[in-house]
């Protein structure tokens, strides 16, 4: 493959590939063998589909007929079907149209459930049976209700658990339909399914797990938030042009696009996310010190990362202390963090009494009804650590806290010991 395709399109040639490497456990120079003949040499056919996910059917190469083709006709029973049917029935599954094309049809969608539903032997009934039914059976068929029922949650829970490609794809299409009436309940429902899907496939060994990050990716971020990020986007931010068209290079280049498709394909601003609120002393010293902040934090994920990577291999962690002494420095330089972070945003309720007099209730009043509803449901502005490591961290680096006493010989430190290690004396 001489161009760099869509990322659905590469992951389909990798499902495709190590599927049929799981089927009998053949090395690449033995598929190379049981395509081409036993005198083939070193072909290396198999090998460049690994090291790029280059596509199987790019072009007739034995007898007019493509690797695809080859390799579904191997091993075939009286039934006309082998062991390798399921990996080509994977390759050509709608799944792969539905998270490479933005611009799928609503009615397209429709019609893919229909197909599924016919093949199956199945129904789905339209909303004017349904009031036929009620009219003149039962209103109160359990199978029948519309909405968030026990039918449907059932439906979805055998989707899931069938845990195919082309069952993924019923219901990527349930979901697009789900969305675009605006059921959102359905919505959700749906896209639980669609993970639980994905994850029994992996589970069952159905899904490669050399590729399932991107599958899962492509899903995340195609189906369930409707953000495509494309390959021209890559190569307009790749710091690396391709200076010539060697395989080599072509494989790097796959390499850098497929990681940065997984950095970047769920990736959001973030706007929506979180509500409308005034500024706090919180807000405010955050705006002031953005920059230095981001910065601080920079230094503060390599200290975790190098410090995960110095466990492991035992490089010595020297990194660590300096860039944990770089982020102290950063954060020493500030004004000081304001105080009582963790106050309310509203206002607490006037405390009711215990001897209510029903003619002087505050909940009689307008104002007294909407504090009492907010006492059950205020939120407050708390700190996002994401994890301990990071809390014990910024407790130690900007509170001054003493460093903890070492770990015990052979025994792996808390990433709190991270600042004892950077010997930041404020």
């Not at 639980?196 to 991107?214: D, I, Q, Y």
């Not at 934090?297 to 975790?304: E, L, N, T, W």
């Given at each position: 493959m001489r161009s760099l395709d869509d990322i659905a399109v590469r992951t389909k040639n990798g499902f495709w590939y190590y599927q049929v490497r799981q089927i009998e456990h053949l090395s690449d120079a033995a598929l190379d063998r049981k395509v081409f003949g036993k005198d083939c040499g070193r072909r290396r056919y198999f090998e460049g589909i690994r090291r790029s996910w280059s596509s199987p059917k790019?072009?007739?190469?034995?007898?007019?007929?493509?690797?695809?083709?080859?390799?579904?006709?191997?091993?075939?029973?009286n039934n006309g079907s082998g062991p390798y049917a399921e990996a080509t029935k994977n390759f050509k599954s709608t799944f792969w149209k539905f998270v490479s094309d933005p611009t799928v049809p609503l009615d397209e969608y429709i019609e893919h459930v229909e197909k599924y539903v016919r093949s199956n032997d199945l129904v789905r009934l339209r909303r004017q049976d349904l009031r036929l039914y009620e009219s003149f059976l039962s209103a109160y068929e359990p199978a029948l209700q519309c909405g968030d029922t026990p039918a449907y949650l059932a439906m979805l829970h055998n989707l899931a658990m069938i845990g195919t490609l082309d069952a993924l794809s019923v219901l990527i299409a349930i979901f697009r339909e789900a969305m675009a009436r605006g059921s959102l309940d359905q919505a959700i429902a749906i896209r639980e399914a669609i993970r639980?899907?994905?994850?029994?496939?992996?589970?069952?060994?159905?899904?490669?797990?050399?590729?399932?990050?991107?599958v899962m990716a492509l899903v995340e971020s195609r189906v369930l938030a409707n953000h495509w990020v494309s390959v021209d986007e890559w190569k307009s931010s790749d710091q690396k042009a391709i200076k010539n068209r060697s395989s080599a290079e072509r494989k790097r280049a796959f390499d850098?696009?497929?990681?940065?498709?997984?950095?970047?394909?769920?990736t959001r601003n973030g706007y929506g996310d979180t509500p409308f609120v005034i500024r706090t002393d919180g807000i405010l010293w955050l705006e002031r010190n953005r920059d230095a902040l981001v910065a601080a934090?920079?230094?503060?994920?390599?200290?975790?990362a190098d410090q995960i990577h110095d466990n492991i291999y035992g490089t010595g962690g020297e990194q660590v202390?300096?860039?944990?002494?770089?982020?102290a420095r950063i954060l020493q330089e500030l004004s000081p963090r304001p105080t009582d972070l963790q106050a309310c945003y509203y206002d607490p309720p006037p405390p009711l009494s215990a001897e209510l007099d029903q003619e002087h209730d505050p909940r009689d009043t307008r104002?007294?009804?909407?504090?009492?509803?907010?006492?059950?449901?205020?939120?407050?502005?708390?700190?996002?650590?994401?994890s301990s490591e990071y809390a014990d961290m910024l407790d130690r680096i900007l509170n001054?806290?003493?460093?903890?006493?070492a770990n015990p010989p052979g025994q792996s430190g808390e990433m709190g010991s991270l600042t004892a290690r950077a010997g930041v004396t404020p």
């Open positions: 790019a072009r007739s190469v034995v007898g007019g007929m493509t690797v695809l083709k080859v390799v579904d006709g191997w091993d075939r029973g639980l899907g994905m994850f029994e496939m992996l589970v069952t060994g159905r899904m490669p797990p050399e590729v399932a990050t991107c850098r696009y497929r990681l940065w498709f997984i950095a970047h394909a769920t934090r920079k230094f503060m994920d390599m200290a975790i202390s300096k860039h944990l002494a770089e982020a104002e007294g009804r909407l504090a009492a509803l907010l006492a059950f449901s205020r939120p407050r502005f708390l700190r996002d650590l994401q001054a806290a003493p460093p903890p006493p």
